[in-house]
């Protein structure tokens, strides 16, 4: 694709202005949210929408989420909203939950890749939520990374892929929350998670008074020609260029492997204060009771085993209920389903 001069600037209300014009005539712009750095166009503007697909190289076949910031624009993007998904919204939004829904005409299928649903989120990041308002549009806007890399948690994350192909990328500050969004549909007949999140399972449980189903490629590799519930699920994602192992057993057995694997090139990410007790160098991510600093952590962690030009990096293998889930589900991916049973 054509390269472009790409502005990185600080989230005045200038910039903002600047990225809703750019917004409002069909460019692209990259965004901060409380989740991780998206990479925002029109969501009812189909050409706006395949500039997103080509900035980042990703699948066609592959849903965007779409960002609104009041409850009446909701209407504009879905058929219809069931109770479920009111429940839903008053419990957690804004905030790092996707709905999705029947979607409504004005949506194109370039956004929802040719599904009659639609993937909505009201963020609660104040920058996120000041650039929907001043455009005046339902953004569209996925992860800003490129396809198959760590999703941005900084705005030097989303200059680093995106450089040369977006021509604005607006600098709110480190993302809060670190993973995306929970994933959940209302659209069918069980309200089903597709993909976890910092709202956890048990949480989304509590606020729809009944059981939340979990799509089964959450937690495990889906086997050949199985079709994916939500269609990212079935790419290899989240993956540094080194190859990343997760070991499963106590600190005690973690340490004890290490002490045999080591060797150049191989680093192991560990929690807070382990650095000096293993044998090899270390990548920190967040503390070892607390899911919430390792969700913060886990993206910059994997750039930063690249930026140290790492060939292995292993890492412990987090608990899958919570917090966790989410967790758990980007680090499987990123480490292609290897687990060794220590
Ligand atoms: O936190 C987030 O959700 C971030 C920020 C920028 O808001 N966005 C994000 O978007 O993570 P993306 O495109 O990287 O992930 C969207 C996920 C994909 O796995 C996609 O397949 C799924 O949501 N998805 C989107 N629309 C869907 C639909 N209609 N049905 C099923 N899955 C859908
Ligand atoms: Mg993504």
Not at 41 to 67: C, M, Y
Request: aromatic residues 4%; glycine residues 8%; negative net charge.
């Amino acid at each position: 694709m054509d390269t472009m001069e790409t502005k990185l600037l600080p989230a005045s209300p200038q910039a903002i202005e600047e990225a809703a014009k750019l917004l409002r005539a069909g460019e692209t712009v990259g965004i901060p949210t409380e989740t991780v750095y998206g990479l925002a166009a029109d969501a009812t503007n189909s050409e706006a929408v395949t500039k997103i697909f080509e900035a980042k190289g990703r699948p066609q076949d592959n849903p965007l989420i779409v960002h609104i910031s009041r409850m009446e624009e909701l209407d504009r993007v879905v058929r219809e909203i069931p109770q479920a998904a009111l429940r839903l919204a008053e419990a957690f939004w804004p905030g790092p939950l996707t709905i999705i829904m029947k979607k409504s005409d004005a949506i194109p299928n370039t956004t929802s890749a040719g599904l009659d649903t639609v993937a909505v989120r009201m963020p609660s990041h104040p920058v996120a939520r000041e650039i929907i308002r001043a455009s005046g549009l339902p953004l569209a806007a996925p992860s800003a990374n490129l396809s198959g890399l760590p999703s941005p948690t900084t705005a030097q994350h989303t200059f680093r892929d995106l450089n040369g192909r977006v021509p604005l990328i607006i600098d709110g500050g480190a993302c809060a929350v670190g993973v995306e969004s929970t994933v959940i549909t209302v659209a069918g007949e069980k309200p089903t998670l597709l993909r976890p999140g910092y709202i956890t399972k048990e949480q989304l449980e509590g606020a729809l008074g009944c059981e939340v189903a979990l799509s089964s490629a959450i937690l495990n590799k889906l086997a050949d020609g199985e079709v994916a519930a939500s269609p990212g699920m079935k790419y290899k994602h989240y993956s540094p260029k080194a190859d990343v192992i997760i070991l499963k057993g106590s600190f005690d057995q973690y340490r004890a492997y290490l002490e045999t694997h080591g060797g150049e090139g191989v680093f192991a990410m560990c929690y807070e204060g382990e650095e000096k007790k293993l044998p090899v160098p270390c990548i920190p991510c967040g503390r070892a009771d607390d899911p919430a600093s390792q969700a913060h952590a886990l993206f910059s962690a994997l750039r930063e085993a690249d930026d140290r030009n790492a060939k292995v990096v292993y890492a412990h293998c987090p608990a899958q209920n919570g917090l966790s889930m989410a967790v758990y589900n980007r680090l499987i991916r990123a480490a292609a389903f290897q687990v060794v049973e220590l």
